[in-house]
């Protein structure tokens, strides 16, 4: 699958950090990791903090899937807001599904603190309303967050207009949201799980899985055999090819960076992370090197070729998005990429055990909330390898309908 092109910026503005070598002989190891991504990365991370041996095998060079393409805001509210979540799967899972994401942001700090990742800053999170006729369901979606204990802020558009500068007709201000750097986060996930023991292979391809009582007997595309008690499936999208579920939706997503830019005296409230309600969604942040973030302007298809044609005209239309917010800054765009993306119907992940394929585990951070979702699937895949019974909540797993 083609999963980007242009030139993300933590891709240029990193490079390759961190060498990692091919498969070159048939091993045996517990579990098997299929994806070196930031969803590979912390899987073997709470395996190791297990004591459970584990190997990482990624067919592209590590970090190439979708994660270097990522823009990193992490962020507890998922793509369908808890109002529109609780009467799709009911109040009980819908907050369940929140609270495990609100509780991800803090063990990601305490992740990223443990391992000595200088890649993640506390932020605040600004929703949006992006119409008046969406002011209702923010004010909705308000009161629902702060009855249930969420740290939210409810802002009309007066104080919108004296926090931020701009117009909307009213939004919701969470205190809990964070930003991080997440093809940096996963390389150093790797170097503190390698010293740890993990084995971690890139431009190994798992090609041939064949499911048996005890195990898993997998055959790389180059030529050898991983033998393992358990497999995770931390494939990213490409992981499409595996499952045919009816609710994944492809897309193209856009981004683009600006140049580095002075920021003083601008009334962006404590430079919060920026999204909105309509659909798809614009969204924003500053980066810790004076630049701005800004993605969105998705196309609902995915053919590559496509998609990538218009890579520097979404890159404008994403600066002229930023313009009509901020005048007064000089958003000047210097990278522009793009990416695949799925989604799902309601906004939540694909995590636990395929039926079609025993002693596999699936870890798939669909939606916008990768990065949470990604901590969320590897504990949760831990504890069942830990013999751990329901370990995957109902809204969470394959088939919930
Ligand atoms: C433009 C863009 C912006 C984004 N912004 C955000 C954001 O701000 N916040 C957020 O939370 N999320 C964001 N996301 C989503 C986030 O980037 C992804 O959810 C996350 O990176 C997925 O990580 P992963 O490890 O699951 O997948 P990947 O990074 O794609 O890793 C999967 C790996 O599996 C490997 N693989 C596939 N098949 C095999 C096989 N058969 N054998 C071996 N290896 C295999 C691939 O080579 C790949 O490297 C964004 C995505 C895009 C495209």
């Known amino acids: 699958m083609d999963l980007h092109a242009g030139y993300p910026y933590s891709l240029v503005k990193y490079g390759l950090p961190f060498n990692y070598p091919r498969l070159d002989h048939d091993v045996k190891t517990d579990v098997l990791i299929a994806g070196g991504g930031i969803s590979g990365a912390l899987a073997a991370y709470y395996l190791t903090a297990a004591g459970i041996p584990a190997i990482v095998a990624d067919s592209r060079t590590i970090g190439l899937g979708s994660t270097c393409a ?17 009467n799709r799967i009911g109040e009980k899972n819908a907050v369940a599904a929140y609270r495990l994401c609100y509780e991800a942001i803090g063990v990601l700090e305490k992740i990223c603190k443990k391992i000595g990742a200088p890649f993640f800053d506390r932020r605040d999170s600004l929703f949006l ?11 909705k979606e308000y009161a629902l967050r702060k009855l249930l204990g969420f740290d939210v802020s409810y802002w009309d558009d007066a104080m919108v207009k004296d926090k931020m500068g701009f117009d909307a007709p009213g939004a919701i201000y969470s205190r809990m949201a964070a930003q991080t750097d997440t093809y940096m986060l996963t390389h150093l996930l790797h170097q503190y799980n390698i010293k740890k023991g993990v084995e971690v292979y890139d431009r ?13 007997i997998v055959h790389t595309q180059e030529g050898h055999r991983i033998k393992a008690k358990y497999l995770i499936m931390a494939t990213g999208y490409e992981a ?57 302007r998705d196309e609902y298809y995915y053919n590559p070729s496509r998609r990538d044609k218009l890579i520097s005209k979404k890159g404008k239309m994403l600066q002229e998005d930023f313009n009509k917010k901020f005048p007064h800054i000089r958003f000047i765009s210097e990278f522009q990429w793009t990416g695949t993306f799925i989604s799902t119907d309601d906004g939540l992940p694909l995590i636990g055990n395929y039926p079609a394929m025993p002693r596999t585990y699936f ?16 504990e949760i895949i831990t504890a069942i390898i830990l013999g751990k ?13």
């Not at 659909?279 to 810790?288: A, F, N």
């Not at 990065?371 to 699937?377: H, R």
Request: aromatic share 10%; proline share 3%.
């Open 389 to 401: 019974k329901n370990a995957v909540p109902q809204m969470f797993a394959f088939g919930r309908g």
């Open 70 to 86: 990522s823009t990193s805001l992490i962020q507890y509210e998922i793509d369908v807001s808890l109002s529109r979540l609780t």
């Open 363 to 378: 870890a798939l951070g669909f939606g916008g909330n990768g990065i949470t979702f990604a901590q969320i699937a590897a």
């Open 129 to 139: 309303a992006s119409y008046k006729k969406d002011q209702e369901w923010i004010r």
């Open 240 to 296: 499409s090819q595996y499952i045919r579920e009816p609710l994944l939706k492809l897309r193209s997503t856009y981004a683009t960076a600006s140049e580095s830019l002075q920021m003083d005296g601008c009334c962006w409230h404590n430079n919060c992370l920026i999204w909105e309600t309509k659909d798809p969604y614009l969204y924003m942040r500053p980066t810790k090197d004076n630049r701005i973030l800004v993605g969105g």
């Open 204 to 216: 190994t391809t798992v090609a041939d899985i064949s499911h048996q009582r005890n195990g898993v």
